[in-house]
C-alpha cells in the first residue's frame, strides 16, 4: 500500500556534498537514486526538483559581489549539474529519467511542458526538473512549488537533513521540540522556516501539503510513502 500516487521529492543540493564540503558525493547520490527506485517500484508518479547549494547559491554569489541575477542564474545552471548526476545514477540502476528545463538548453535537456511532464510520469518516468522557475529572486523551494502544483502532486516531500519541523533550529537549540504535524497559520505565526515564504505561500494557498523527513537516511523516503509517521506534515 502506498500512501501517495503522485510526489514532487525536493531534494537539498547541500545534501549531496555527502562529508564532502563541495560538489557531489557519489555514495550520497548512490543512497539517493536507490531510495527513489524503491518508491518507483511501488508504482509511485515520481517528480523531482534539486537545489545548487552544493555547487553555487545565487543570494550568497550576490552578497559577494555578483550581480544578482547572473548569480541566480548560475544557480539554476548548478541545479542542472545535480539532475543530469541524479539522472544518470538512476539510469544505472535501471530506471527511466528525463530531465526538464526551465530555460532551453536541449540537447542537456527538455524544455519543460506540464502535460508532458504528466504523461512521462503515468508511463513510469521520473521527471527530473531543473532551473528552479527559471526566473531570477525566485529559489529552489518556490520552483518545487510551483512544479508541484502543476503535475497534480498529492505531496510535496521535502528531503532535508534534519527529521522535521521543531520549535526551533534543533542543530543550535537542544530544547527544541518536533512538531508531527502543523498548519500553514501556525508556521507564519511561529516564523518557522519550513520554506521561503513565497513557496509557503504557494502552496498554502494551492492546497500541497508538505512533508518534511530526514531524506539521508537509508529507507526512510520509503517509509514516508508507506504511511509511516518519520517526519512533520505541513497542511491546511
Given at each position: 500500500?502506498?500512501k501517495?500516487?503522485?510526489?514532487?521529492?525536493?531534494?537539498?543540493?547541500e545534501?549531496l556534498?555527502?562529508?564532502?564540503n563541495?560538489?557531489?558525493?557519489?555514495?550520497?547520490?548512490?543512497?539517493y537514486a536507490?531510495?527513489?527506485?524503491?518508491?518507483?517500484?511501488?508504482?509511485?508518479q515520481?517528480?523531482?526538483?534539486?537545489?545548487?547549494?552544493?555547487?553555487f547559491?545565487?543570494?550568497?554569489g550576490?552578497?559577494k559581489?555578483?550581480?544578482?541575477v547572473?548569480?541566480?542564474?548560475?544557480?539554476?545552471?548548478?541545479t542542472?549539474?545535480?539532475?543530469?548526476a541524479?539522472?544518470?545514477?538512476?539510469?544505472?540502476?535501471?530506471?527511466?529519467?528525463k530531465?526538464m528545463?526551465?530555460i532551453r538548453m536541449?540537447?542537456?535537456?527538455?524544455?519543460?511542458?506540464?502535460?508532458?511532464?504528466?504523461?512521462a510520469?503515468?508511463?513510469?518516468t521520473?521527471?527530473?526538473f531543473?532551473?528552479?522557475?527559471?526566473?531570477?529572486?525566485?529559489?529552489?523551494?518556490t520552483?518545487?512549488s510551483l512544479?508541484g502544483?502543476e503535475?497534480?502532486a498529492?505531496?510535496m516531500?521535502?528531503?532535508?537533513?534534519?527529521?522535521?519541523?521543531?520549535?526551533?533550529?534543533?542543530?543550535?537549540?537542544?530544547?527544541a521540540?518536533?512538531?508531527?504535524?502543523?498548519?500553514?497559520?501556525?508556521?507564519?505565526?511561529r516564523h518557522?522556516?519550513?520554506?521561503?515564504?513565497?513557496?509557503t505561500t504557494?502552496?498554502?494557498?494551492?492546497?500541497?501539503?508538505?512533508?518534511?523527513?530526514?531524506?539521508?537516511?537509508?529507507?526512510?523516503?520509503?517509509?514516508v510513502?508507506?504511511?509511516?509517521?518519520?517526519?512533520?506534515?505541513?497542511?491546511?
Amino acid at each position: 500500500m502506498v500512501k501517495f500516487k503522485r510526489i514532487l521529492l525536493k531534494l537539498s543540493g547541500e545534501s549531496l556534498m555527502g562529508k564532502q564540503n563541495y560538489g557531489i558525493d557519489a555514495e550520497r547520490l548512490s543512497d539517493y537514486a536507490r531510495q527513489i527506485k524503491e518508491v518507483h517500484d511501488m508504482g509511485v508518479q515520481i517528480g523531482i526538483v534539486i537545489g545548487g547549494g552544493n555547487i553555487f547559491r545565487g543570494l550568497s554569489g550576490s552578497q559577494k559581489g555578483f550581480d544578482r541575477v547572473k548569480g541566480d542564474q548560475m544557480g539554476m545552471c548548478a541545479t542542472v549539474i545535480n539532475s543530469l548526476a541524479l539522472s544518470s545514477a538512476l539510469g544505472a540502476i535501471g530506471v527511466k529519467t528525463k530531465v526538464m528545463t526551465a530555460i532551453r538548453m536541449e540537447p542537456i535537456g527538455e524544455f519543460y511542458n506540464k502535460w508532458k511532464a504528466i504523461e512521462a510520469m503515468e508511463n513510469g518516468t521520473i521527471c527530473i526538473f531543473s532551473c528552479g522557475t527559471g526566473s531570477p529572486y525566485f529559489t529552489t523551494d518556490t520552483g518545487s512549488s510551483l512544479r508541484g502544483i502543476e503535475i497534480e502532486a498529492d505531496v510535496m516531500l521535502k528531503g532535508t537533513r534534519v527529521d522535521g519541523v521543531y520549535t526551533a533550529d534543533p542543530e543550535k537549540d537542544p530544547t527544541a521540540q518536533k512538531f508531527d504535524e502543523i498548519t500553514f497559520d501556525e508556521i507564519y505565526h511561529r516564523h518557522l522556516k519550513v520554506m521561503d515564504l513565497t513557496a509557503t505561500t504557494m502552496c498554502r494557498e494551492n492546497h500541497l501539503p508538505i512533508y518534511v523527513f530526514n531524506m539521508d537516511v537509508y529507507g526512510n523516503l520509503k517509509k514516508v510513502i508507506s504511511g509511516e509517521s518519520i517526519g512533520t506534515l505541513v497542511h491546511d
